[in-house]
């Protein structure tokens, strides 16, 4: 068993390399079924870890990305007697935040109250409500709307959000290629500023490629911010784990994108590195990510026992390395502008943050925490 995860039976292979592993991959049954950019999809009912054996690394898997264990594990969302104050939008959004998620939720139409107009979507980034023999939700339905809000609490009316739903509602699952997909797109709408909550493993602990292709063709004025996942562990995870060239220490990348993975910190200890935060050398920051309040479904719902108190008010609380990107994102909205680059900003955050004494085998080290 593979400890990466991936759609069964598809490969992902640069158009050129496309017609030398062509009759190689069909010699596997494996055939061209369409793709984007440089990368094609190829498909076929062989074990995908079975074929990239004898590739050499010239293929990889359309790699699957979660949620980690923020709905089915420890780490679910809260009913809270806290909410928030909705911020009308103002007459003019001067910048929107890219979130690459679940979608939108939406009641009679609309989204969530706290999200109102500053929250930009397609038909296609809306979510649909997947609910158990009780009525409740179940799986991934309310991240997207939560990590949009949660964003949001971040800055002024004249900042939103543009969405792009990709993430499975029920399963939690999103694909390399539709990822990428999503990033292509906020690249052509001018998003210079991107969220991506979640995280997986991958073969060969390899960046993903189409997701790293993606963001290879980012200005370098664009900061993406990558939550680092939720398992405790000191292990790279993708997209968060991505490195767009190598760099010499001290040195700045400024021909690519700035990808920033953020790891969750707990405030009410310190503060000091979240339980279940994963951690090490390649995390660039921590933010505040244990109880994080924002916007869920709408009042009453999810449906609790009437002895159960306090009940979901159309807020909840939530832990999650989701919600320190989610932080992290809007801080650094709340300094772009006129003049003020996405990297710009990131920087200025990170300057004024305070810091986060992390301990592992290499001993301790300092490492900016934004709350």
């Known amino acids: 068993m593979t400890r990466y995860r991936h759609r069964a039976g598809e490969l992902l292979v640069h158009a050129d390399d496309c017609a030398a592993l062509g009759p190689r991959l069909a010699a596997f049954g494996y055939h061209p079924a ?3 950019g440089p990368l094609r999809r ?11 054996a004898t590739l050499g690394g010239r293929a990889g898997p359309n790699h699957l990305f979660g949620l980690d264990r923020i709905i089915w594990g420890d780490l679910r969302p809260r009913p809270t007697n806290l909410d928030l104050t909705p911020v009308p939008a103002a007459g003019h959004l001067r910048l929107h935040v890219g979130v690459v998620d679940t979608g939108i939720v939406l009641r009679d139409g609309e989204p969530h109250e706290f999200l109102g107009k500053r929250v930009r979507y397609d038909p296609e980034d809306t979510v649909r409500v997947v609910r158990g023999e009780d009525g409740n939700p179940v799986g991934s339905a309310g991240h997207g709307t939560f990590v949009a809000g949660v964003v949001l609490k ?18 939690g699952d999103a694909e390399d290629l539709a990822v990428a997909n999503a990033i292509d797109d906020l690249r052509e709408e001018g998003v210079t500023l991107i969220n991506l909550s979640f995280s997986g493993e991958t073969f060969e602990d390899q960046p993903p490629k189409a997701i790293e292709a993606a963001l290879g063709r980012l200005s370098p004025d664009t900061v993406v911010v990558a939550s680092a996942g939720n398992r405790g562990l000191r292990q790279r995870v993708y997209p968060a784990g991505i490195k767009l060239a190598p760099t010499v220490a001290g040195q700045v990348d400024d021909k690519h994108a700035l990808v920033l993975p953020v790891g969750s910190a707990d405030a009410t200890r310190l503060p000091v590195v979240a339980d279940f935060s994963n951690f090490g050398p390649w995390i660039a920051a921590y933010a505040d990510g244990v109880d994080v309040v924002g916007p869920y479904f709408h009042r009453g719902y999810p449906v609790q026992p009437p002895d159960e108190l ?7 609380v939530w832990s999650g390395t989701s919600f320190s990107a989610a932080i992290l994102s ?4 709340a300094l772009m502008g006129p003049g003020v680059t996405a990297r710009e900003a990131a920087g200025k955050v990170l300057e004024a943050a305070g810091s986060i004494t992390v301990f592992d085998v290499n001993g301790s080290s300092d490492v ?4």
Do not use: C, H, W
């Open 42 to 52: 190829f498909t076929g009912t062989r074990p995908v870890p079975e074929v990239l």
């Open 154 to 171: 971040q800055v002024g009316p004249d900042v939103g959000v543009r969405m792009k739903g990709v993430i499975d509602e029920q399963s």
């Open 330 to 333: 809007g801080k650094i909205a």
């Open 34 to 36: 369409g793709g984007s």
């Open 310 to 316: 306090p009940k979901f008010n159309g807020y909840a």
């Open 368 to 371: 900016p925490y934004v709350s």
